[in-house]
């Protein structure tokens, strides 16, 4: 039996394919995020960017998106380890640290449904940046349990 590619492969040797699938489709990426000018603190919001499929927890218009979306980041092997605000549960940022995917992981569960029914993807929770005022931001601010884990 061989071994999974993120347990035996560095982010910057992983081929377009494998990249594309660690993404598990959470979206939280997506969610427009406040940082604390103070503290540095990154809080979340219920906002996500105006691209982003509520529903499926993909963006509308991916490949092209930094067109519509000038300042979307681009997550890459390089980038990873300076991007503080991806989420603890990021398999980007888990397998940058050698550490192994959930159990709610589409690699692992085999099953795309299962970051939303463990209460990690944004799906259900949150609101299109286009419904926002950017001045209401603050009042979007969350801070997510994942489900089972209380």
């Excluded at 419904?131 to 209380?150: A, K, N, T």
Aim: charged share 25%; net charge negative; proline share 5%.
């Amino acid at each position: 039996m061989t071994a999974a590619f993120w347990k035996t492969k560095r982010l910057s040797e992983m081929n377009d394919e494998e990249w594309e699938s660690l993404c598990d489709r959470c979206a939280q990426c997506c969610q427009v995020k406040l940082e604390d000018e103070a503290t540095g603190a990154i809080g979340y919001t219920r906002v996500v960017c105006r691209l982003l499929d509520t529903t499926r927890c993909r963006c509308t218009h991916y490949p092209d998106r930094h067109e519509h979306v000038p300042d979307c980041i681009t997550i890459d092997a390089y980038s990873v380890s300076t991007l503080d605000w991806l989420p603890a549960t990021c398999a980007y940022r888990l397998v940058a640290r050698g550490e192994d995917l959930a159990w709610w992981h589409p690699l692992v569960s085999g099953d795309p449904n299962t970051v939303h029914r463990a209460g990690i993807s944004v799906r259900g929770r949150v609101v299109s940046e286009q419904h926002v005022h950017p001045d209401e931001l603050e009042l979007h601010v969350v801070r997510w349990v994942p489900r089972g884990s209380v």
